[in-house]
């Protein structure tokens, strides 16, 4: 089973939606620890732009407009 292919995750076209609600309500106490969250959301925060740029699928296309109905942009 390939995870990647042509540069994209297409084992799950969820993985980068889950990955970031996942991380969303996570809680930490110390500083370190806020700085690995905050890292940890940004690349999760970066893995779903890059799907939203080079998804081509309609099926995928539509199931990130109803993950994310506000859009996904940049922080």
């Known amino acids: 089973m390939n995870i990647i292919k042509d540069n994209r995750i297409v084992s799950d076209k969820t993985f980068a939606t889950r990955f970031s609600s996942f991380l969303k309500d996570i809680q930490v106490s110390d500083p370190m620890s ?40 940049k922080k």
């Open 34 to 73: 806020e700085e690995e969250l905050e890292y940890l959301r940004w690349v999760a925060h970066s893995l779903l732009l890059h799907q939203a740029n080079t998804c081509t699928e309609t099926e995928e296309l539509n199931y990130l407009a109803r993950c994310h109905p506000k859009g996904i942009t």
